[in-house]
């Protein structure tokens, strides 16, 4: 044995931190408590990854993984966790980088609950990526985080696949007919949508093969890809059923499409969408990095005034229309954040990408803005925009933490910053 001993702690990307012979080892899938035999390592991104390694004697913080492909799959590294430990670790990485003490919510349900999964199509395996690995690939028979139907979606990708003859994608010859397979579910609306990444136009008797196949869905999208990137994305095309489905949270619908982003967990997302309600003061709302109006069409309906700015035309598209299928009124324009005057607004919500406000949190301190709400899933990055430019003119006056992503590492936060006097 290359190492052995007990992990003392967790690393902020979820690794178990083994601490021997004066080194330090990063051991996925195993948690505080657990004792490790680790028989080789490798060195990625300077630190040392236990690469072949066996759990001795678990921690008594695991609880039963309910996936089979747990320990392989890159999806689920906390799986093997208890739930209520995994609030705790998140809570308490939270407040490691942000040095914030805050109360998490977790999740209403935490088996089903995303509403999205992209299975990749390769030459040797149908699934998931596996963890640390671009290239390896799970081949998937279920996931329990995604949908109790995943077996029979992958059944009929299968046997449209086989059928049809239809080549799927090489990793490492970047060629093939067919890279993914997009599904998504409305949870609460049970409508299903299904879009198939291809990079081949099909020939009718295929269109109406696939048609056969997933019959059972509300929406059914093909999906033409024209670059060799390890994405799910491409110009889709409706082949059968509805543009969009539906998905309903609260009192209000959402309407998901192939190109539109949607936060995964529908459950959550309500516990979130009222965070963010709680903590909102005054009447004028400022929604920035709007993308299809989650937050100021929620806020709209609970009677704020709401103008929301998000880069993607195509997003804000949809933010219309969500705000006209839930009777509201909210002005949503395409633009970047950077150039958009803050002017004289109650509250700003800001949700920027992962890498944060960064010239944004400038502009923020310099405006006359009393309120800004920071949704982050990123700690590290609403730490550098607080500890850079918000603290000159902003306190912290309330955090809640919301687990969006059960059985992972990650956590969003909603920071309620409030101008100094
Ligand atoms: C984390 S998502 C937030 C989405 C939205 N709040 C929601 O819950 O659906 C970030 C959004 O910011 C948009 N975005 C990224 N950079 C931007 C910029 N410079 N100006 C405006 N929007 C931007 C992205 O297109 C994306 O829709």
Request: aromatic fraction near 10%; glycine fraction near 10%.
């Amino acid at each position: 044995m290359h190492a052995r001993g007990r992990v003392n702690a967790l690393s902020d990307d979820g690794l178990g931190i083994l601490e021997t012979g004066g080194r330090r080892i990063y051991v996925p899938f195993s948690y505080p408590g657990d004792e490790v035999g680790v028989r080789r390592t490798k060195r990625r991104f300077g630190r040392l990854l236990a690469e072949d390694f066996e759990i001795l004697e678990p921690s008594p913080l695991r609880g039963r993984p309910k996936c089979p492909h747990f320990g392989t799959c890159g999806g689920c590294l906390w799986q093997g966790l208890k739930y209520k430990e995994q609030l705790r670790f998140k809570a308490e990485l939270f407040e490691g980088i942000t040095g914030i003490e805050a109360e998490i919510e977790g999740s209403p349900q935490i088996w089903d609950f995303r509403n999205v999964s992209n299975f990749i199509v390769t030459t040797s395996r149908i699934g998931l990526k596996g963890y640390g690995s671009p290239s390896g690939v799970v081949n998937l028979s279920e996931c329990p985080v995604f949908s109790k139907r995943t077996p029979e979606y992958l059944r009929a990708l299968r046997d449209f696949l086989s059928e049809m003859g239809l080549k799927p994608w090489n990793l490492k010859r970047k060629a093939g007919d067919v890279h993914y397979l997009q599904v998504r579910e409305g949870k609460f609306t049970g409508e299903v949508m299904v879009n198939l990444i291809a990079h081949v136009n099909p020939p009718d008797e295929i269109l109406e093969a696939f048609q056969d196949y997933f019959s059972f869905v509300d929406s059914l999208y093909w999906s033409l890809k024209g670059d060799e990137r390890d994405d799910p994305r491409g110009e889709p095309e409706l082949l059968d059923g509805e543009p969009f489905i539906r998905e309903r949270i609260g009192d209000v619908t959402y309407l998901i499409h192939p190109n539109s982003f949607f936060q995964t967990n529908s459950y959550a997302l309500e516990l979130l969408l009222r965070a963010v309600e709680g903590l909102t003061d005054g009447e004028k709302v400022l929604d920035l990095y709007s993308g299809v109006g989650t937050f100021g069409v929620w806020l709209a309906k609970r009677g704020f005034t709401v103008a929301g700015v998000e880069l993607n035309p195509f997003a804000v598209e949809m933010a219309r229309e969500n705000a006209e299928i839930n009777g509201v009124n909210v002005k949503f324009s395409v633009g970047r954040v950077e150039e958009t005057p803050l002017g004289d607004y109650d509250t700003v919500i800001a949700d920027p990408p992962r890498k944060g406000l960064r010239e944004t949190a400038e502009s923020l301190v310099k405006s006359s803005v009393e309120q800004v709400i920071y949704v982050s899933c990123n700690p590290k990055a609403f730490q550098l925009d607080y500890k850079n430019y918000l603290k000159r003119a902003y306190r912290i006056e309330d955090t809640r933490l919301v687990d969006m992503f059960p059985h992972t590492p990650h956590v969003e936060a909603v920071v309620k910053l409030v101008r100094k006097n």
